[in-house]
């Protein structure tokens, strides 16, 4: 055997130390993804209640429209109990005093009933002008951008 049949045999594979760095850079992008994807599906959660909650804003406009005042019940605003109108991270859709529409979330969004509320406001030509805000401590990084104070 020749020097060079040597070298060839004794170069296979990776090292330990080659190893070990594509392990701790792995370990770092987990630690960094992990996270964000955590808050991604979390807002994605509460615009769930928000796309739900597009019912109850058609009825609150409509009785407004025609009653020329806020329903204050789901009833008077056309829409089943609130706790009919749910999905997989929203226990219920519910319609309060002054037309404000009140998105209650399960603990898949965060620990505690948190709440994002729609509060309906008369604006020019009949139409109905929708402030959103979250409420009952809901953290503000899972809030849809229209919602953030």
Not at 35 to 56: C, F, I, N, W
Not at 83 to 106: F, Q
């Amino acid at each position: 055997m020749n020097r060079r049949s040597i070298a060839r045999n004794v170069q296979k594979g990776f090292t330990l130390i080659e190893l070990m760095i594509v392990v701790a850079i792995i370990g770092i992008l987990a630690a960094v993804a992990l996270p964000a994807y955590q808050d991604y599906t979390k807002r994605a959660r509460v615009s769930e209640g928000l796309g739900l909650a597009a019912a109850a804003k058609a009825g609150v406009g409509e009785y407004f429209a025609s009653k020329s005042e806020w329903p204050d019940d789901n009833t008077k605003a056309g829409l089943p109990a609130a706790a009919s109108i749910a999905g997989n991270a929203v226990s219920g859709v519910e319609v309060g005093t002054g037309g404000v529409i009140t998105i209650t979330y399960t603990s898949l969004v965060d620990t505690g009933s948190k709440t994002v509320t729609l509060t309906p406001s008369s604006a020019s030509a009949g139409s109905v002008k929708w402030t959103c805000r979250g409420g009952n401590s809901m953290p503000t990084k899972y809030l849809p951008s229209e919602c953030r104070p």
